[in-house]
C-alpha cells in the first residue's frame, strides 16, 4: 500500500447450504438437475404459494453463528427485501432485517502481518436466486448480452449471508478471513463452499482514507468475487484505483462495481436500477423464528472440532504451524495424521511426511490420498522403525514412496529392498574392529588428539557394511573404540 | 394529520406506469390509509408488548424432505419466451 494512505475493508460472504430440500419448499436442492426441472409454485411465485421454512437450515445457520462466535437471537424475523430482476421470481428476498438469527461475533485470523481479531457484524436466513446465462457476442458478459435466459434451480437455495465488520486493512487479511470462514463453513459440513461453483461468494467493501484520519473514506462494493485470489487483486486493485483518484484530486463515488477476471480490473455496474430501496418489511407470510436455549444448546454441543483448535492441537503434538495448518485443511492428511499418531508414532515426523513428502509424492503420481493404500498404521510403522534406528530417514522417503504405490507395509518394503539398517551393536563392532585394525595410522593420530581422521574411519565402516550401520550407533562405537 | 407521499415514487418503484389521473386518485387514497395508521400509531401503547403477529406462534417448520417439483412445460408453456428449457427474458443492463 502506498505510504500515508490506509485501506478499511468489509467482506460479505454468501453461502449455499447444502440441505437436501430448498429453504422454503421441498423441491431438491440440484445444482447438476436439468434446467428448471427442481422448481414448484412456492419458488416459482405462483399466486397463493405459501413458504415453509427448512428447519434444518435454520439449524445450520445456528452451526454458523456459534462457530463465528456470534449471540444467536432467540426470536428472529423474515423480512421482505423487494426489488425487481429477472432472477427473482416473488419481486422480492425472503431475507432478514432487523433481528437476524446471529449478531456479534468474531473471527480471529492469521495474515502475513500477525493475528487480525474480525468483527461479525450479523449473520442471516435468506433465499437464492435463480441463475441467469447472458447470451450474446461478448461470451456471457453481462454488459453484452442481448438476451438472458433463466433457471430457477437455484431459487430459492437456503442462502447464509456472513457480514463483517469493516475490520480488515489489506489485501492479504481480506484473503486470510475468506480462507478461514471457508474452512469453518467445511469444518461445519453445511455447505460444500466451493468458490468456483459460486456456492459461496464474496461482495467486498473497499474504502481508503490518509492514515489517521478517524472518519472512513467513502466506499465501493464489488460485487461476486468467486475466488480467493480474485478477492486479494480486487481489494489491491481497488485501494489503487481509490488513492490514485483522490491524489489526482477526484473523488470516489459510492457505488457497485463488478471484478474482471481478465483485465484484473473492477468496472462500475451500469444498471437500470436506479433507486436502492429495498422498502424491507416483515413477511406476513411467515412466523417468527425462535432458536430456544435447548436448542441452541443441542447444536453448540454437536459443532465439530473447527479448523483453529485443531489446528492448535496438531502443534501441541508437535507439528510445526505451516504443516499443522496444511494438516487440517486435508480431511485425507488429518485423518491419517490423528491414526499415526494415535497408535504412538512421532507427530512432527509424520506431519513433516504428510505434508512434505506424501503430498510431492500424490502431486507426482497425480493421484488422490484416499485412493492409495497409506494408513496411519503405516505411517506408524514407519515412524517406529525410523526411532529404533532401523532405517535412516532418508530410506525412510523411499519405503513411504513405495508404501503410497502399494508396495506392501514400511516393514516388508524395507526387508525386501534391503533398506534396514543394522543397528546391533555386535554386528557393527566387528566391523569397526577390522576397520581400525586396518588403519592403525589414523587411529594413531586420533590417540594424539588430532580429530581429523574420525570422519574418515566412520565412512569405512559405513561401507564395511554396504552402507547399512546405524550412523549413530557407529559414530559411538569408533569414538569410544579410538579415544579410550 | 396530513401526511404527504410522493405517490410519483411508489409507482415507479413498484413498477406500475400511472397516468396523471391514477397518481391523483391513488396517492389520495394512500394518503387516507396513512393517516389512518397515524391515528392508531397516536394510541397509548406504554406497557404492551410489542407483537409480530397475532397469533402466539413461532416456526411452523417442515423437515428437511424432498417433495415432488412439476413439470417444466407446464409453467415454461405460460412465459412469453422461452429457450432450451429456459426463460428467455430481454438484456439486464442498460447503456
Redo the contacts between chains.
Sequence with gaps: MKPGWEAVIGVETHVELS???KMF????VDVDA????????VC?A?PGALP???????EDIVKIGLALDCAINE?S?FYRK?Y???DLPKNYQISQYTFPVCEHGSIEIEAEDGPVTVGITRVHMEEDTGK???V?DGGGR??D????????NRAGVPLVEIVTEPDLRTPEQARAYGSELQRIVLALGVSDAKLEAGSMRFDVNVSVRRTGDPEFGTRTETKNVNSLRSLQRVVAFEIDRQVELIEAGGSVTQETRHWNEETAQTAA????EE?E?Y?YF?DPD?????VSEPWRDAILASLPELPADRRARYVEAGADAAAAELLADSRGLSSRFEEAVAAGANARTVAIWLTGDVVAHLRRIDGDIDATVLSGDHLAELSAMVEAGELSSSAAKDVLTATIDGEGSPRDIAEAKDLMQVSDVGEIEVAVDAVLAANADAVAKIADGDMKPMGFLIGQVMRETGGKADPKVVQQLVRAKTQG | MPVDIDIA?VA??A?IALTDDELDQYGHQLEDILEHAERVQALPTEGIEPT??PMP??????????????D?DS??SQAPDT?????????????
Excluded: W
Design positions: 440441505t437436501r430440500s419448499c421441498r423441491c431438491p436439468a434446467p428448471n426441472t427442481a422448481c414448484c409454485p416459482l405462483l415453509v421454512p427448512n428447519e434444518q437450515a435454520i426470536r424475523l423487494n425487481f430482476y429477472p441467469s446465462t447472458h450474446g453481462i454488459h448480452a442481448d438476451h438472458t435466459l433463466l433457471d430457477f455496474m451500469r444498471s437500470k433507486s430501496d422498502r416483515q411467515l412466523l417468527p423464528l425462535e | 415514487k415507479k418503484l413498477r409480530s403477529h406462534m413461532v416456526n411452523g417448520f417442515r423437515r428437511d424432505e424432498v417433495g415432488e417439483c412439476l417444466p409453467f415454461l429457450r432450451d428449457g429456459q426463460f428467455r427474458v430481454p438484456r439486464i443492463l442498460g447503456e
